[in-house]
């Protein structure tokens, strides 16, 4: 009856054990999928941005205004610059949350020539391009197609204004998926409705632009580039792919840092309880491991046994983990479509690594145990002691 209650203590035990692993492993998936978002998305901007040059409006003055396009006019005559395209963006949202995970939804516009001389041609996943004639159109981005109700043909509202949904982006993972895009003239015209009054009677809507995206020629260092065009055109700030990229894996980084911490706690505390079943288990085999000693098991086998067993509690914890993990996920993504805002992605990168993670952690926890195992006295150890 004893043996029959130990056994079954032990395998409570266990389980407990695998459930606190897996609440771990839990939390590293949940946090490690924000963080492979955010990664994914600061990878795409870094390479959509990696042989061109943002150029936007100085912002330290006391009333930052908006560019004139004339301003483009003025960078197309510096050297080693081949075309300047105007850009409009401002967030979808006339009050900015201020604060986001992910890239906030934004409304863009860019002169639709741009892509001739750009490195990247961004895809249409159904319905067709916008042209610099159109009006009342827009393409929407893949993830704020629930958020808009955006179907073709249909009408959305985009800051009071009634525009025709003609075609809506392909998956990016960058700002695209959650961006509306406009017709250039369409985009002056919102942000004109935005400014002062101040402003607006100093500024034509067809001369706004709130930055400039500009292509170097072939073989022009485009850092360089950006140095000269900041230098020379007063009232701008000019950001090279090196730049640009410094600034966002920044940012990144640290955010990676504070997710992955959080999450690597949660995983240690779990950790606890691998050292407290394996120390309770050795507690109550201990005739076992005498026996074994006494039959000629060796040192290396009983200790390769314990960890093992450590090994394989990870490994259970990891797995329910994951898959709890991932189901968590796809749950707050799903809710979070409605507003456009989907931060989680679990990668098989992110499935490797908790399950390797556990495993590991799992084997480090079981060696002092295990150690413990292999110095009990035969002798001791057969008698009960």
């Given at each position: 009856?004893?043996?029959?209650?130990?056994m079954w203590r032990r395998k409570m035990r266990t389980l407990l054990t695998i459930f606190g692993i897996a609440i771990g492993v839990l939390a590293l998936v949940v946090m490690g999928s924000m963080a492979e978002k955010l990664n994914l998305q600061a990878e795409e901007g870094v390479k959509y941005y990696?042989?061109?040059?943002?150029?936007?409006?100085?912002?330290?003055?006391m009333l930052p205004a908006p560019l004139k396009i004339s301003t483009g006019d003025e960078i197309t005559k510096i050297k080693g610059v081949e075309y300047v395209s105007p850009v409009?963006?401002?967030?979808?949202?006339?009050?900015?949350?201020?604060?986001?995970l992910g890239y906030e939804a934004s409304i863009t516009a860019i002169d639709q020539n741009a892509d001739k001389h750009g490195n990247s041609y961004l895809k249409i996943y159904t319905g067709r391009r916008l042209t610099n004639d159109d009006s009342g159109k827009a393409i929407v981005?893949?993830?704020l197609v629930k958020k808009l109700n955006a179907d073709l043909g249909r009408d959305i509202d985009i800051r009071g204004k009634k525009f025709e949904v003609i075609g809506i982006w392909e998956k990016t993972f960058s700002t695209t998926d959650t961006s509306v895009s406009v017709s250039l003239k369409d985009g002056q015209s919102i942000i004109y409705d935005d400014l002062p009054s101040i402003i607006k009677?100093?500024?034509?809507?067809?001369d706004i632009s709130t930055g400039f995206v500009v292509y170097p020629t072939s073989g022009t260092n485009p850092d360089k580039l950006a140095s000269i065009i900041q230098e020379t055109i007063p009232g701008t700030v000019a950001l090279g792919p090196k730049q640009f990229q410094d600034q966002v894996m920044s940012s990144v980084n640290t955010v990676n840092s504070i997710i992955y911490g959080v999450a690597v706690v949660s995983l240690f505390v779990g950790s606890l309880s691998i050292i407290n079943t394996m120390t309770m288990s050795v507690s109550e085999r201990t005739k076992e491991i005498g026996v074994k000693k006494a039959i000629g098991a060796k040192t290396g086998t009983i200790l390769r046994e314990y960890m093992l067993e450590a090994s394989v509690i990870g490994l259970m914890g990891g797995v329910v983990g994951v898959v709890i993990g991932s189901i968590v996920s796809s749950i707050l993504n799903s809710i979070m479509e409605a507003t456009g805002d989907k931060l989680f992605l679990v990668t098989p990168r992110l499935v490797i690594l908790s399950l390797a993670f556990s495993v590991i952690l799992g084997t480090i926890a079981g060696?002092?145990?295990?150690?413990?195992?292999?110095?009990?006295?035969?002798?001791?150890?057969?008698r009960g002691a």
């Amino acid at each position: 009856m004893e043996i029959i209650i130990n056994m079954w203590r032990r395998k409570m035990r266990t389980l407990l054990t695998i459930f606190g692993i897996a609440i771990g492993v839990l939390a590293l998936v949940v946090m490690g999928s924000m963080a492979e978002k955010l990664n994914l998305q600061a990878e795409e901007g870094v390479k959509y941005y990696q042989n061109k040059i943002q150029v936007s409006s100085d912002t330290s003055s006391m009333l930052p205004a908006p560019l004139k396009i004339s301003t483009g006019d003025e960078i197309t005559k510096i050297k080693g610059v081949e075309y300047v395209s105007p850009v409009i963006s401002t967030p979808l949202e006339k009050k900015s949350s201020g604060f986001s995970l992910g890239y906030e939804a934004s409304i863009t516009a860019i002169d639709q020539n741009a892509d001739k001389h750009g490195n990247s041609y961004l895809k249409i996943y159904t319905g067709r391009r916008l042209t610099n004639d159109d009006s009342g159109k827009a393409i929407v981005g893949y993830d704020l197609v629930k958020k808009l109700n955006a179907d073709l043909g249909r009408d959305i509202d985009i800051r009071g204004k009634k525009f025709e949904v003609i075609g809506i982006w392909e998956k990016t993972f960058s700002t695209t998926d959650t961006s509306v895009s406009v017709s250039l003239k369409d985009g002056q015209s919102i942000i004109y409705d935005d400014l002062p009054s101040i402003i607006k009677s100093n500024i034509n809507p067809a001369d706004i632009s709130t930055g400039f995206v500009v292509y170097p020629t072939s073989g022009t260092n485009p850092d360089k580039l950006a140095s000269i065009i900041q230098e020379t055109i007063p009232g701008t700030v000019a950001l090279g792919p090196k730049q640009f990229q410094d600034q966002v894996m920044s940012s990144v980084n640290t955010v990676n840092s504070i997710i992955y911490g959080v999450a690597v706690v949660s995983l240690f505390v779990g950790s606890l309880s691998i050292i407290n079943t394996m120390t309770m288990s050795v507690s109550e085999r201990t005739k076992e491991i005498g026996v074994k000693k006494a039959i000629g098991a060796k040192t290396g086998t009983i200790l390769r046994e314990y960890m093992l067993e450590a090994s394989v509690i990870g490994l259970m914890g990891g797995v329910v983990g994951v898959v709890i993990g991932s189901i968590v996920s796809s749950i707050l993504n799903s809710i979070m479509e409605a507003t456009g805002d989907k931060l989680f992605l679990v990668t098989p990168r992110l499935v490797i690594l908790s399950l390797a993670f556990s495993v590991i952690l799992g084997t480090i926890a079981g060696i002092i145990p295990a150690i413990h195992a292999t110095r009990i006295s035969i002798v001791k150890a057969l008698r009960g002691a």
